[in-house]
Every structure is written in C-alpha cells, then in structure tokens.
C-alpha cells in the first residue's frame, strides 16, 4: 500500500468540480417520491402540526401539489386517503367512491403521464381501531381474513388507476395473494411495492397525526422488532420470492445498516421510506437554528442513496428536487 507523502488522498477533494468529477453516489429528483395526504371533506388544505411544511390536501389542493410534483421532475407521488367514517373492517378502502380511490383516480389524470402514481394499500388509515388488519375475536389482527381485505383494496387502487401499490400492512403472504388478484383480474402491469422489512419504529409518531391515527395500543406483532437485522433480508427475499417488483426498509435513516443488507441481498430495486419523525426532527432542530436546513435535508437524503436505496420516499421530496435541479 502506498503511503503518505507519495500518496495525498486529499487531492481529489481540492476543488468543488473535482468533488462533484469523483463523487461515488448522486441524487437526482427522479430518484425521490412525495407522501401526499388528501382527507375527504376539506375544501382546503389543512396543515399538519407536528410536520412543519406538509399538509392534509383536498382534493383540489391534491392535483395542483400532483402538478407541482411533476414540474420538479420527481419519479412519483405515494397517496393516503384520511377518510371521514371509519369502521372495523375498513370498508371505505375498497370503495370506488372512497377518498383515496378517487384521489387516484384524480391524479392518475393530472398527473399520471409524468409521475408514477402509487397508493398505499393498508387498512389503518380505513379502521376504527386503527389497526393494519381486521381484528378476531380476542382483539389481535387475522392475517389471513386481512389478505381477503387487501385483495379487494387491490382491485379498487387499480381500477382507480394506480400504477404501483404500496403494501404496507406486513402481513404474511400479502405479496403473493395481491400479485394472484391482480393477475387475475387483467392487471398484469400494476406493480407491487413491498413494505418488507418494515420497523415498529418511534418515529411514525407525526404520521399518526397526518392520517388522524385511531390506533391504541401498538403493531408490534406484525410490523418488525428494531433489534432485527437479518429479520429484514429474510422478509425481503419472502416478498421477492412471492413476486415483488421492489421492496422497501422502513424507515431509513435509523435502518441504514439493513437497507445496506436488502440492497446486497435482492436483485430487486429497494427504496426507503424517510419517515414523519426523521423528517420533523431535522424541521424542529432547522427552525431553532441548530443546523442549515438545505444541507441536513440533503445529506440525509443522500445517506439513504448511499446505503444503497434506489428511490427514497421524502416529504423534502419537491423541494430537494428544485434544489438539485
């Protein structure tokens, strides 16, 4: 191994067109996606407390943020409906009528030639209980009753016009039984965009509010334990197996080390999801002047990419990319 001083390693970062001329990993606007919340009932948007920047949309709020989105050069939008009746089974997810199905519907006109369209197919946003799933009889999710939820909740996101469905309930299976219901239905080319290694994490608190969040309790029997890392490759080779197009490490910044082991494990695209919590943490720490926003926003963001997520869903997503363009 050559040594100093005939070896100077500090020459390749002497200037900002040297750095940028040798720089390992880029981030580019297409490689981020925007969260997007639409709430059935407001005529105007409303903002959310605990995530300074980012609001409930209505409906015609959502399509000028869609074409927003779609001028910055973003690859997509992810879409949550906040319903305005909830019940325990969920049932305005699956309705063509629902708020989310019609958002997509909506977009998917907007927008849907410049942008991937994707929908989070889940049912706490839908449940009274707040809960991934329906609930048995002892109050615990049934995996196997919640697929039949979810299957249906695919067709209804699909026809709405979808391009991509966000599985984000971790429930065993739920790849191979929504890639079976679409197959079935004609819908060869929606995609299927697992939630694998998916964390109980402390840092969906401000999503709890964006959705209005009916939750008590916790999900920790079906989403993942923080101390688990090969947990998460096992669960994202299951979903590649089962028919997955990507697969997601959620959230990112205090998971880097498994989005790491997905990325060297699958041959599969694998995005990251930087989550309500991280993205108020560096809001909060910005606006007492802590920290230079733009940069903490950027270089969290390119953490993510070089750990090696191929998309990263953001709330900076839009800015950044007016930012880098």
Known sequence: MSRYPETRLRRLRQSAPLRALVRETSLEPRQLVLPMFVREGLTEPAPIGSMPGVQQHSLHSLRRAAADAAEAGIGGVMLFGVPEVRDAVGSGADDPDGILNVATAAIAAEAGDALVVQTDLCLDEFTDHGHCGVLDARGAVDNDATLDRYRSMA???????????????????????????????????????AYSAKYASAFYGPFREAVDSQLQGDRRTYQMDAGNRREGVREALFDVDEGADIVMVKPAMAFLDVLREVRD?????????????????????????????????????????????????????????????
């Open 155 to 193: 067709l209804a996101q699909a026809e709405a016009g979808s391009h991509l469905l966000g599985l984000s309930g971790m429930m065993d299976g739920q790849v191979a039984a929504l890639r079976d219901a679409l197959d079935t239905a004609g819908f060869h080319d929606t995609l299927l965009l």
């Open 265 to 325: 494990a699958v041959d599969v695209p694998v995005w990251a999801y930087q989550v309500s919590g991280e993205y108020a943490m560096i809001e909060a720490a910005a606006a007492n002047g802590w920290i230079d926003r733009r940069a903490a926003v950027l270089e969290s963001l390119l953490a993510i990419r070089r750990a090696g997520a191929d998309a990263v869903l953001t709330y900076w997503a839009v800015e950044a990319a007016q930012w880098l363009r």
